[in-house]
């Protein structure tokens, strides 16, 4: 069974920076794909960024993209979530989900998940 823990939220003003960790445990992290999703109030949970194992590809959404990356790092077994210039809009409650796959590549849905985190909150304000 996969366990995965969020880290990294919190308040920022925007044009500030964060960077989100999810730190993945209980099993071989071989063939997984890592999605991490944002749910702001009263909206439904969106895919922001993917990043797959092997082989190594990435995809970010299209409202993020050139202020967010995510990465991978084997050795801790940790994607990372950088995000950048941040915007009010950008608030939620940031999830992580994972799941087993060697034939899909990115971007993966909300349906397509096996695992989840906690989550961890978001706040962009002046």
């Known amino acids: 069974q996969l366990q995965l823990a969020e880290s990294g939220g919190g308040s920022v003003q925007p044009g500030g920076s964060l960077r989100l960790a999810c730190a993945a445990s209980?099993?071989?992290?071989?063939?997984?794909?890592f999605t991490w999703f944002r749910q702001a109030p009263g909206k439904a949970r969106e895919a922001v960024a993917c990043i797959s194992t092997v082989p190594r590809s990435t995809d970010i959404a299209d409202s993020v993209k050139g202020r967010f990356t995510i990465s991978w790092d084997q050795a801790k077994s940790t994607a990372y979530l950088q995000m950048n210039n941040l915007k009010p809009e950008d608030t939620g409650v940031y999830y992580c989900?994972?799941?087993?796959?060697?034939?899909?590549?990115?971007?993966?849905?909300?349906?397509?998940?096996?695992?989840w985190g906690r989550g961890t909150s978001v706040t962009v304000s002046p």
């Open positions: 209980g099993v071989a992290i071989d063939y997984w794909i």
């Open positions: 989900g994972s799941e087993s796959n060697y034939v899909d590549s990115c971007p993966r849905g909300v349906r397509d998940m096996d695992y």
